[in-house]
DNA sequence: GTCTATAAGCAGATAGAC
DNA sequence: GTCTATCTGCTTATAGAC
């Protein structure tokens, strides 16, 4: 039993150290101590390496990410409680504020090549997927987009400003902000 | 003549490597290529190897950052002029959106060690630059600190946004928007 | 100040036993 | 499915000639 549980657990603890340390900074050798497999168990589980190992923890990551944060949009209650929602699902996603986004950590370096387009459309689908419920909510379109485009950047900041800081309290405001800002406060 | 200028030129070809690349993702054999010059050559400028490249680049480029940036902040003119110099000037530092900030790469991977105090030091500054400034105009002190830390958290986000997707026009909305929100707008 | 040559070690990746 | 052992190439770094 279980075996795709044990899957899902090894990704989960690559996904952690491709966060920390970017796709140029990890190891396999590194991954093999930190998850408890030699490396050539490692190759069992993904043939095609490092790269495969990278396009996993994309998937599972993005795959989270969907239906923890962005699945809040689409709820029940009122605009302004599904935002809120969405504002507390990120809270956790980032871990208040201490865990990178891989959008900003795989835009660097060697994992450009072969991420760029998803990057992009990870980028886009956030957004688009908050202008669009903001736009159902009777918001006119161009500054539901801009108000959207707004808040992703704030949240990518905040990360940034944390990891260099290790102050989340920025991001926490930020995240606290949040509804308001898109709801034109 | 120009042993200064020549150094100058090769910190700053490596830094737009560092830039790009990240500091894990940056190899001697690339950075040799893209210098011109042999390996055997770069540890001549630089004894201590890649560390003492990534040093001198950060110090180069926060040098850079304060003359060009930061200096805006304290010229002449009315408090709205000064901020827009400033978000001009940060418009041209970050080449229009294309080009990475060093908080965000240094604070990945193999970088964080040696850069960490740095890093923090570089945020706080520049936030206090900012929030110094308004509250000399009149604004209160931590609505002062607040804007700033928005600012600042939002050109770094902008940033992330205008590398996964390709598109600055985030970015240049945000430099544009950045006077009247220091402002309270 | 630049070069060629080279060292020593780590990188990603594979073979094959159990 | 995990392991040990190994391969090849690239990594950082140095020695020493010019």
Redesign the pocket.
């Known amino acids: 039993m279980t075996?795709r549980t044990?899957?899902r657990i090894?990704t989960d603890t690559i996904a952690d150290i491709f966060v920390r340390e970017g796709f140029?900074g990890?190891?396999?050798?590194?991954?093999?101590n930190q998850t408890?497999?030699?490396?050539?168990?490692?190759?069992?589980?993904f043939?095609?390496?490092?790269?495969?190992m990278a396009v996993a923890v994309y998937d599972r990551v993005s795959a989270t990410f969907t239906r923890e944060v962005l699945a809040r949009l689409a709820g029940r209650g009122d605009l302004e409680l599904r935002l809120t929602r969405m504002a507390q699902a990120l809270d956790r996603f980032y871990d208040g504020g201490n865990r990178a986004c891989l959008i900003d950590v795989f835009s660097i370096g060697g994992a450009r090549e072969g991420f760029a387009e998803k990057l992009s459309e990870a980028v886009s689908y956030w957004v688009s997927s908050i202008a669009r419920t903001l736009c159902e909510a009777g918001v006119e379109k161009a500054t539901a987009q801009m108000r959207a485009e707004d808040v992703v950047i704030s949240i990518e900041g905040a990360l940034v400003v944390a990891r260099a800081t290790g102050n989340t309290e920025p991001f926490r405001r930020i995240i606290e902000a949040m509804p308001a800002r898109l709801l034109g406060g």
Do not use: C, M, Q, V
């Open positions: 075996p044990n899957a090894l140029d990890t190891s396999l050798n590194y991954l093999a408890g497999l030699g490396k050539a168990s490692l190759y069992h589980h043939p095609g390496g490092k790269r495969e």
